[in-house]
Structure formats: structure tokens, C-alpha cells
């Protein structure tokens, strides 16, 4: 099945600093990501969908300045949280369609952030 | 608009009873279904999936789930609960139909298995 890898699995910044996390898409290219966050006991909110090649769509009320998404090749797309502060501490988890089958996203592991 | 509803945030079973995790759905367009458990500090894995074909659909470890249309209904079951089977599950609705579907989960079941 569809594998797909996220790096770091778990990072702790302090306030102000910006993190970078990978989602690669291990042996499929995918030209469509996802991005999510997941608060404690709480369900997966998407925060922005991301292209290969063109801007990332931002869901409603998710700061694209803050949370800048590059997917600068088929199987590398990156989130980086700008400025982090406390509020920011959440599991970060990417998605991707695998191949010919657009209808089932498969997901990373997830990257846990915790911001002091 | 779509969305999806999971009755009850926390069920618990014993070890060998039946396991039924309730979904209902909403959705102006015929939807796809899916399960997707989660087990600690871990991402989401596919259970199962349906997408306009057979309304009973089976998936791993001896989940299966139905699709019921009438009811607006997509309703996870197992016959006999094991204690591996202890993890969040989430149901979740798409369009399907786009490359660019998105996803829209629940709210989350969590299933705990007493000895």
C-alpha cells in the first residue's frame, strides 16, 4: 500500500521560532497533499491542501502567513510554522492520494509539535 | 455541504462481544464513506472504504461496514472485539469524484476492550 513519511516525528521549539515538517510520499508521486492538525481528544481539522507546483489552498480562518505550505516536488511537501507560540503545540499530520486511486488519502504518521 | 456524525464519543465492549461504532452522514451528492482508526500518537489508518459499489463493505481486521442510503447510515462492525482493537476511530465523507476531494471526519469514537 501507500506509504507516506513525516519528519520529525516530534519536535519542541521555543516561542518565537519557526519549524519546518516534511511529508514525503515514499515510491508514488502526489501531486495533491493535505494538511492537518489535531488538537488532544479532538478530530482532524485541514487546514490547507497542497499542489505541486502553485500556492496551497488555505481553509477558512487558517493563516497562510503563519503556516507557509511549499510542495516543490511530487513527493516532498513541507509546512512551516512561523513564529510558533504555545498555541501552536498540536499533532501535524499530512495526507496524500496514492497513484490511480484519487479517492482514498493515505496519511502520515503525524509530527507531534509542542511549543515552550 | 457534507458532513458526518459519530454517535458516541466513547464506547467500551469486552473482549469478544460485538463491536458497532456508529456513523451517519449528510451529503447533497452521493458520498464516499470511509473508517479510519488511529491508535496512539500515530496517523490515521484505512479501514475500509465505500464508493458506490457494494453497500457491505469489508475491510481489515475483520472490520466491515454498511452502507445504508435509506438511513444515511455507514455503521462499523466487528463480531468479536480483541484487545488490539483499542483506538480512536474516525468516520469520514468525501465527494470522491475530484482528485481534490476533500475529507470531512467525525468527531471521533474512541473503543476501549475490557478483558
Redesign the interface.
Known sequence: GAVVSQHPSWVICKSGTSVKIECRSLDFQATTMFWYRQFPKQSLMLMATSNEGSKATYEQGVEKDKFLINHASLTLSTLTVTSAHPEDSSFYICSAFYGLDQETQYFGPGTRLLVL | AQSVTQLGSHVSVSEGALVLLRCNYSSSVPP?L?W?VQYP??????LL?Y?SAATLVKGINGFEAEFKKSETSFHLTKPSAHMSDAAEY?CAV?R?Y???S??I????TRLSIRP
Not at chain 2, 41 to 46: A, C, T
Not at chain 2, 105 to 108: M, P, Q
Request: glycine share 18%; aromatic share 22%; hydrophobic share 30%.
Open positions: 464516499y470511509f479510519y500518537n500515530q496517523g490515521l489508518q484505512l472504504k464508493t474516525f468525501s470522491g475530484s482528485s481534490a476533500k475529507i471526519f467525525g468527531s471521533g
